[in-house]
Nanobody, 119 residues
Framework: QVLLGESGGGSAQAGGSLKLTCATS????????MAWYRQAPGQERELVSN????????YYADFVEGRFTISQDNYMGTVTLEMNSLRTDDTAVYFC????????????WGRGTQVTVSS
């Protein structure tokens, strides 16, 4: 069973930084692609970043603009999202996600962590 738990959210001022951590359990790193999504009030959930199974190739949404860094530690079972130069429009609930399986993949979700950026 795959379990995901986010931490590290909170409040920050514009221009500040936060580091989100996703603690995982039951993830098979060879068949799971880890990702961070976010959902702002009244908005659809959107992909922020994901990282390849090998952990070598990250993808970032256009709005990241070089401000965030995703990484995973297979030994510790964690996926982190370091967020710098935060903007007020980064305010959202951030979700950790694991897409697991090669032929019929299934997506698992954490419960999310709130990030609030004020001006």
């Amino acid at each position: 069973q795959v379990l995901l738990g986010e931490s590290g959210g909170g409040s920050a001022q514009a221009g500040g930084s936060l580091k989100l951590t996703c603690a995982t359990s039951g993830v098979n790193w060879e068949i799971c692609v880890m990702a961070w999504y976010r959902q702002a009030p009244g908005q659809e959930r959107e992909l922020v970043s994901n990282i390849s199974r090998s952990g070598a190739t990250p993808y970032y949404a256009d709005f990241v603009e070089g401000r965030f860094t995703i990484s995973q530690d297979n030994y510790m079972g964690t996926v982190t999202l370091e967020m710098n130069s935060l903007r007020t429009d980064d305010t959202a609930v951030y979700f950790c996600s694991a897409l697991c399986g090669l032929e019929d993949p299934y997506r698992y979700w954490g419960r999310g962590t709130q990030v609030t950026v004020s001006s």
